[in-house]
């Protein structure tokens, strides 16, 4: 046997060594790792606003039942901190406070800033549903979503994700005087939350007004506003039903009340959680707000007829209306021309689906998802 050089082996004696501390310290260096958590133990905890009060049904049946079911699922690592009667933002700065960072999460009223998505401006044109149109509006918008998804994109352009639409119901007429052919419009001051709802009213002859919806009740006690357009819900929680003494069922304007997120805040969520918050809840989620909505205005409505006079209006009168504010729809067209898309298709496709989802039946696996969610259902909605 050859002899080994003495420095071959103290060479060898000192690579054991130096491998042994760093077997040392990478064996430290995984026990710090382990005790900090990974992106698969992170509590993430997202700011929720909207301006609509807790007691409302929106909040105290789906959105609170969707908070627990998203803590849940995750194994608690999403946190919805949720804020209620603009605690975080007014009612029409929603949207700024998702894209300045006071909220994660917010509702944004399209009749607020539909100018912004104008793909979106669609679900508001006027007479486009006939009433109870929630779960029809609910349905709608979710295939014209999957059939056009440049309606998605416009809420990515203004810097937020969008996770879910709940609709809202056509407004109703209501007035503290009648208004039952196009001569009664002439001269009336009309409340409106929506951008062309409010240009429909000025063609049949009102002068259109927005007011916050706080100080309504207050307006017409006090003769500032004639009527006001409302859904039988805002109605009973704006107080409407106690200051007005006839109503039209008219169904004339609509809106979508959009949950967004803000898109950086999305992006940086693991892929799992971002899952839970868009994939099947997409769908599931607008369709639980529609038949949430849905029960509610039929409830609604039975408390503003107590309060009210119903003023019937004649089908030729109606006729009437809805070829004055006709040329809405052709403007409407024009404008998403003018951004590259075939409007008159994209009209012609929604006009089709709502022919098609008139009159859809509730499911029963709405009111079994919230129960399971947790939700508190209202004795009201006849479970």
């Given at each position: 046997m050859r002899d080994i050089p003495l420095m071959a082996i103290c060479f060898v004696l000192i690579a054991t060594i130096a491998l042994?501390?760093?077997?040392?310290?990478?064996?430290?260096?995984?026990?710090?790792?382990?005790?900090?958590?990974?992106?698969?133990?992170?509590?993430?905890?997202?700011?929720?606003?909207?301006?609509?009060?807790e007691t409302d049904n929106k909040n105290m049946v789906v959105r609170k039942a969707w908070i627990n079911y998203l803590e849940k699922a995750s194994g608690g690592r999403l946190?919805?901190?949720?804020?209620?009667?603009?605690?975080?933002?007014?009612?029409?700065?929603?949207?700024?406070?998702?894209?300045?960072?006071?909220?994660?999460?917010?509702?944004?009223?399209?009749?607020?800033?539909?100018?912004?998505?104008?793909?979106?401006?669609?679900?508001?044109?006027?007479?486009?549903?006939?009433?109870?149109?929630?779960i029809t509006l609910a349905k709608v918008y979710n295939v014209m979503i999957e059939t056009y998804p440049d309606f998605l994109k416009e809420f990515e352009a203004q810097g937020v994700k969008?996770?879910?639409?709940?609709?809202?119901?056509?407004?109703?007429l209501m007035t503290n005087r009648p208004i039952r052919a196009l001569g009664d419009w002439k001269g009336k001051i009309?409340?409106?939350?929506?951008e062309v709802e409010?240009?429909?009213?000025?063609?049949?002859?009102?002068t259109p007004t927005f007011i916050a919806p706080t100080e309504l009740y207050d307006s017409l006690t006090k003769g500032v506003v004639d009527g006001s357009l409302s859904c039988y819900t805002g109605?009973?929680?704006?107080?409407?039903?106690?200051?007005?003494?006839?109503?039209?069922?008219?169904?004339?304007?609509?809106?979508t009340w959009v949950v967004a997120m803000n898109l950086d805040v999305y992006n940086s969520?693991?892929?799992?959680?971002?899952?839970?918050?868009?994939?099947?809840?997409?769908?599931?989620?607008?369709?639980?707000?529609?038949?949430?909505?849905?029960?509610?205005e039929l409830n609604n409505k039975a408390l503003c007829l107590e309060k009210m006079e119903l003023v019937e209006i004649r089908?030729?009168?109606?006729?009437?209306?809805?070829?004055?504010?006709?040329?809405?729809?052709?403007?409407?067209?024009?404008?998403?021309?003018?951004?590259?898309?075939?409007?008159?298709?994209?009209?012609?496709?929604?006009?089709?689906?709502?022919?098609?989802?008139?009159?859809?039946?509730?499911?029963?696996?709405w009111l079994n998802t919230l129960i399971e969610w947790g939700a508190e259902i209202p004795d009201n909605w006849n479970k």
């Open positions: 042994g501390g760093c077997n040392g310290n990478t064996s430290g260096t995984k026990k710090a790792s382990e005790e900090k958590p990974t992106d698969d133990e992170k509590v993430h905890t997202l700011t929720f606003s909207t301006w609509l009060p946190v919805i901190d949720d804020y209620y009667s603009e605690q975080l933002a007014a009612a029409d700065s929603q949207l700024l406070a998702i894209q300045t960072g006071i909220a994660d999460i917010a509702d944004i009223y399209s009749a607020y800033v539909g100018h912004l998505f104008p793909l979106n401006q669609l679900f508001t044109l006027p007479f486009a549903f006939q009433y109870p149109d929630n969008f996770l879910h639409v709940h609709t809202d119901s056509g407004t109703q009309l409340y409106s939350a929506s409010r240009k429909a009213v000025s063609m049949l002859g009102c109605a009973v929680m704006n107080s409407v039903l106690d200051a007005s003494k006839y109503i039209a069922d008219i169904c004339m304007g609509h809106a969520l693991p892929t799992d959680l971002q899952e839970l918050l868009t994939g099947k809840n997409v769908e599931l989620m607008t369709e639980l707000y529609g038949y949430q909505f849905y029960m509610d089908e030729a009168e109606m006729n009437t209306w809805k070829q004055i504010v006709a040329p809405l729809k052709d403007e409407w067209i024009e404008n998403v021309d003018t951004k590259g898309f075939d409007g008159r298709k994209i009209h012609d496709d929604f006009t089709k689906f709502i022919k098609e989802y008139t009159d859809a039946p509730i499911e029963e696996k």
